[in-house]
């Protein structure tokens, strides 16, 4: 059997992996390799360890107990023991291949608890003064094994960012190119801020007037003067816009991409306080960011078909995968897909409506893509909400060739029907308020999920009021019945987490995968947004709510903090599992093969579910879901 090179071992294990090739090679030399049979005792409760042990292969228990009870039966009796004597001692967790144990015991000269070989076992072992010296010279080191999850996770992400990311991704506005502001002042003519711009070589200048700033583009003027045929001696005060769209150096730049995506805007304006800048112009910000989010929007915009609207969407799985594999993070992606999705639907729903449909309806997305949580092309979740009293003749055709262009454009069919093609999810005001009150004052399983999959609802184009008012209806019936809220968030514990008593992953039998969304996103999903219903938050996304819990003392900051990072963990997870299996010709879902990942990922995700159990039990408690049959 071979035996692997410990530098190499050693370079492949966090923390260790942040230290120089020098440093890890005079670890290295202090690493001796251990063979353990079954049943042999590594390390028992409350000893000074002699050393920290890295697994080669084989396998070890942590236990509660005394293991001198069974520890000479052999490796049959101790698997039995372990899973049946709980009365003896019980096992708190199996450590496999490239697992270390037991930092904490190393550190502090001694641990709660014991190590138990369970099969034959090879293990690198890092003598106690050796790890200890490691220590006193990288206090890092002693600093990730007391690492709360939170901690942890950003170590991970740290490890990832030096492989993956991208300068940008840190990027400020103030690190781009932003061009010198150039004012002209209202009353100068067309021609004069034409040469202004020349003079400057810029696209755009801006306009005082009186103590306003307003801007005006090349663009403004070529329309000004050769469409609508104006002298050129006019003023360009008239021309300006006045309503100003701006940002702060220090704001990320990613966030001004978002922006200008959400605004539909080809430039911003830059200020410090009251005291602009400059304009950060799209084109240096694209030129910085280098990637194709941009075009999409473009093509929606001047998408005329819904052909046209299909080219447009085709390549927003490359994008994802282009700012996943620059080092974006999940939460960020979920915005600009969200932003060039809803700029995708109101520019469908523009070309299929007869303009009076247009101004008497509300058009909605529900579920994640309404949480703006939504990645990947998923379910179909939409609805249309109509003036009371308002008649469309074309509205079941609008709405059925909304929903099969959504198809043929990629976004799969609802298996629940939530579409606006199905006359459950188009109707009125007052059909809406009437539905709510059987959701609410007589639940059944179903309405549980289609009261949820509303409560997350966003307005995407239309009349927003009409939506506000159907939400503001459904806060006056919850009022009469309190009782709603626990019968609500019940399904938050609906699901077993996928963690087996020895903190092993649970897979399905059919497939050697767990589902990662029923499993952890779920819970955390389900249970922020019972809590949001019943404090009446208006935020709709899962780490917004989150952070509006924190901030009423809900529950402590640091577990806020934790149930944040630990969504936004497996948002990723499930996002990358996704583009795996895009990339393999696979139908992407929610299920995640554990083996896809590194050591520390599998850690990570490990601690990540029990703080999904965590949340559980709070929600538990919060809501007394025990007394609810």
């Not at 260790?16 to 063979?35: D, M, P, T, V």
């Not at 403004?220 to 360009?236: C, K, M, P, Y």
């Not at 800048?277 to 694209?286: S, T």
């Not at 767990?514 to 996103?521: A, F, N, R, S």
Request: some cysteine; overall charge negative; hydrophobic content about 40%.
């Amino acid at each position: 059997m071979t035996i692997p090179d410990p530098q190499a071992f050693l370079a492949r294990q966090s923390p260790f992996n942040r230290l120089s090739e020098a440093e890890l090679a005079s670890l290295a030399k202090g690493l001796k390799i251990g063979h353990f049979e079954p049943g042999e005792v590594l390390l028992k409760a409350g000893e000074v360890p002699a050393c920290l042990y890295f697994i080669i292969d084989g396998a070890v228990y942590e236990i509660d107990g005394d293991p001198n009870l069974h520890c000479q039966e052999g490796a049959g009796s101790l698997t039995t023991a372990a899973k049946g004597a709980g009365s003896m001692w019980c096992v708190i967790a199996l450590y496999g291949a490239e697992d270390v144990f037991d930092a904490g015991a190393v550190l502090e000269g001694g641990g709660k608890h014991s190590f138990v070989v369970s099969e034959p076992t090879r293990c690198w072992q890092m003598p106690r003064p050796v790890f200890m010296q490691a220590v006193q010279d990288h206090p890092p080191l002693a600093a990730f094994y007391s690492q709360k999850i939170s901690q942890r996770l950003a170590a991970l992400q740290e490890t990832h960012d030096k492989q993956e990311l991208a300068a940008f991704t840190i990027a400020k506005i103030e690190d781009v190119y932003i061009h010198p502001p150039v004012f002209v002042p209202a009353e100068a003519s067309i021609h004069e801020t034409a040469l202004a711009m020349k003079a400057h070589k810029i696209n755009s200048v801006l306009v005082r007037h009186g103590d306003e700033v307003g801007i005006v583009t090349a663009t403004d003027l070529r329309e000004a003067a050769i469409i609508q045929r104006r002298s050129v001696d006019e003023a360009v005060g008239p021309l300006a816009t006045y309503d100003l769209i701006g940002m702060e150096p220090d704001d990320f730049l990613f966030n001004a991409l978002l922006r200008m995506t959400h605004h539909n805007v080809n430039r911003l304006v830059i200020h410090d306080g009251k005291t602009i800048r400059g304009v950060l112009e799209q084109i240096d910000l694209l030129s910085y960011l280098s990637n194709h989010s941009h075009l999409i929007a473009l093509q929606i915009d001047r998408a005329r078909s819904r052909e046209d609207l299909k080219w447009a969407s085709r390549d927003l799985v490359n994008v994802i995968r282009d700012l996943h594999d620059k080092g974006i993070k999940i939460r960020y992606i979920m915005q600009l897909v969200s932003e060039l999705n809803k700029k995708l639907l109101r520019k469908l729903f523009a070309l299929l409506a007869p303009p009076e449909l247009l101004e008497n309806a509300c058009l909605l997305v529900l579920g994640s893509e309404g949480r703006e949580e939504q990645v990947l092309k998923t379910d179909q979740d939409n609805a249309l909400i109509l003036r009371d009293g308002f008649g469309c003749p074309d509205l079941e055709r609008v709405a059925r060739e909304f929903t099969e262009s959504l198809i043929d454009f990629g976004y799969p069919r609802c298996p629940g029907n939530i579409m606006v093609s199905n006359p459950y999810w188009t109707k009125s005001v007052a059909a809406f308020k009437d539905e709510l009150f059987q959701w609410i004052v007589h639940p059944t399983h179903d309405s549980f999920l289609q009261f949820a999959i509303f409560f997350d609802a966003t307005a995407v184009a239309g009349d927003e009021n009409l939506l506000r008012h159907v939400k503001d209806h459904m806060y006056r019936l919850l009022g009469d019945h309190r009782s709603f809220y626990g019968q609500f968030a019940k399904s938050t514990v609906a699901f077993e987490t996928p963690l087996g008593f020895f903190t092993n992953f649970v897979v399905e039998k059919d497939r050697d995968e767990l589902d990662i969304k029923k499993g952890g996103i779920f819970p955390l999903v389900h249970g922020a947004r019972s809590l949001a219903l019943e404090y009446r938050l208006p935020q709709t996304h899962t780490v917004d709510r989150i952070a509006a819990l924190s901030q009423r003392n809900l529950f402590k900051p640091s577990f806020g903090a934790e149930l944040i990072e630990v969504f936004t963990y497996l948002s990723t997870l499930r996002a990358e599992a996704g583009l795996r299996k895009i990339k393999q010709g696979i139908p992407q879902d929610n299920y995640l093969n554990p083996k896809d990942l590194n050591k520390l990922q599998r850690e990570v995700l490990r601690d990540s579910f029990k703080i999904v159990n965590e949340f559980k039990k709070f929600i538990t408690y919060h809501f007394k879901l025990g007394m609810i049959s």
